[in-house]
């Protein structure tokens, strides 16, 4: 497609709850990111990945944060037992390596009730 | 990774120049300052970056200082589509790989009819 591609725009999970949040990074982009971003702040960095490996994953909060990009293309964010902190937009992003224009999808909205 | 400072909030007449100043004085020598915006409910969007010169493309102008502790971003004709939250990042170069872009509170500028 165009451009990143994040599914679904907003998802509201029960506490306790897993859930997973897809990122469709731009054809031919090598690099993606995760992001997280609270009401009022700006963007968190979560982890980056270069082809299908985590290059940093020094963002992940704690151990209920996992994220995976096996074929080097589609990433999935995945979250165990949500907390209600865990609410924030999901952001992902991609580029080509040694470019730096990153391209931010419009987010995941994740609301834990 | 070096902080950057901006102002948190800005106003600007439609049509008329916006410059966004950005302070970054602990920056080392091989990083690069670049600019995102994010205008609501989007994600950030990649604007200019730079090293040391000069930089203008058809989005926007960057100045560095001579002595590159300090930025401004400039919009030379803002319109209302402009309003958004502008971020300033510092980071190594592109080829570098290191990936993540640390992203403060960023300066929210609203553009006024």
């Known amino acids: 497609g165009a451009g990143v591609s994040q599914t679904p725009s907003n998802k509201v999970t029960e506490k306790g709850k897993y859930v997973e949040l897809r990122c469709d990074p731009i054809s031919g982009h090598t690099a993606l990111y995760w992001y997280r971003q609270s009401l009022g702040q700006g963007p968190e960095f979560l982890i980056y990945?270069?082809?299908?490996?985590?290059?940093?994953d020094s963002g992940l909060p704690n151990d209920r944060f996992f994220a995976v990009r096996p074929e080097g293309s589609v990433s999935t964010l995945k979250i165990q037992r949500t907390e209600r902190g865990d609410s924030a937009v999901y952001l992902c992003?991609?580029?080509?390596?040694?470019?730096?224009?990153?391209?931010f999808g419009s987010g995941t909205r994740l609301t834990v009730v | 990774d070096a902080k950057t400072t901006q102002p948190p909030s800005m106003d600007c007449a439609e049509g008329r120049a916006a410059n966004l100043p950005c302070n970054h004085s602990?920056?080392?020598?091989?990083?690069?300052v670049y600019w995102y915006r994010q205008i609501h409910s989007q994600g950030p969007q990649y604007i200019i970056h730079g090293l040391k010169n000069n930089e203008t493309n058809e989005m926007a102008s960057l100045i560095i200082t001579e002595d590159r502790k300090s930025s401004t971003l400039i919009l030379p004709h803002a319109t209302l589509r402009d309003t958004a939250v502008y971020y300033c990042i510092v980071r190594p170069s592109p080829s570098s790989n290191t990936g993540k872009l640390i992203f403060g509170q960023g300066t929210t500028l609203q553009v006024k009819p």
């Open positions: 990945f270069q082809g299908t490996g985590a290059a940093d």
């Open positions: 602990t920056i080392s020598g091989n990083e690069y």
């Open positions: 992003a991609s580029s080509l390596v040694g470019w730096d224009g990153y391209t």
